[in-house]
T-cell receptor
Framework: AQSVTQPDIHITVSEGASLELRCNYS??????LFWYVQSPGQGLQLLLK??????LVQGIKGFEAEFKRSQSSFNLRKPSVHWSDAAEYFC????????????FGAGTTVTVRA | GAVVSQHPSRVICKSGTSVKIECRSL??????MFWYRQFPKQSLMLMAT?????????EQGVEKDKFLINHASLTLSTLTVTSAHPEDSSFYIC????????????????FGPGTRLTVL
């Protein structure tokens, strides 16, 4: 069965510091991989996605993620965090053969301190 | 573009009553809508997949008689929680995409802001 693990429940970073959020998956084949951000009162917003090709993908808001097949990981990074990056971040996987349904990780809450 | 709305944003009801949540695609036609449930500090769990004009497909463990889903038009899907109980209290989120649109990729699944249901 497919599963998505986000090991870090809560991360606190200083504004301007770098951020890395971890995501590991277990899937029948290489799935489509996503990172979403959820702010209070707002819907999930897609940050970036990986389908195939270059394993380092760039997203919106200065985020990037790297797919590592050998580690079944898709970690999200940002070199310099802004206070507005405080939110809940979800890693998700999906596949064409699974009718594009998304399986989500438990999420990581990011707090940014001044 | 690609905005999905949900109504209401919050609802409080008494145990035993039914509650209807609407999910609308405002500027595109959604052939498929997904309904998720999210518990505090937990992940989104897919409840069902709703295709316009046909019966919803429910995930294992989701009671179809308890969570009635209707997708009667290309812009509206509704989730009705019947005979609600306190354990049904949760955050319900819908998403929508248009599978018919050529070139639509898997990422074009747009999420609503969610509905907070509290059952007393």
């Amino acid at each position: 069965a497919q599963s998505v693990t986000q090991p870090d429940i809560h991360i606190t970073v200083s504004e301007g510091a770098s951020l890395e959020l971890r995501c590991n998956y277990s899937y029948g084949a290489t799935p489509y991989l996503f990172w979403y951000v959820q702010s209070p009162g707002q819907g999930l917003q897609l940050l970036l996605k990986y389908f195939s090709g270059d394993t380092l993908v760039q997203g919106i808001k200065g985020f990037e993620a790297e797919f590592k097949r050998s580690q079944s990981s898709f970690n999200l990074r940002k070199p310099s965090v802004h206070w507005s990056d405080a939110a809940e971040y979800f890693c998700a996987v999906g596949a064409r053969w699974d009718d594009y349904k998304l399986s989500f990780g438990a999420g990581t809450t990011v707090t940014v301190r001044a | 573009g690609a905005v999905v709305s949900q109504h209401p944003s919050r609802v409080i009801c008494k145990s035993g009553t039914s509650v209807k949540i609407e999910c609308r695609s405002l500027d595109f036609q959604a052939t498929t809508m997904f309904w998720y449930r999210q518990f505090p500090k937990q992940s989104l769990m897919l409840m069902a997949t709703s295709n316009e004009g046909s019966k919803a497909t429910y995930e294992q463990g989701v009671e179809k008689d308890k969570f009635l889903i209707n997708h009667a038009s290309l812009t509206l899907s509704t989730l009705t929680v019947t005979s609600a109980h306190p354990e049904d209290s949760s955050f319900y989120i819908c998403s929508a995409r248009d599978f018919r649109n050529p070139g639509t990729s898997i990422d074009e699944q747009f999420f609503g802001p969610g509905t907070r249901l509290t059952v007393l």
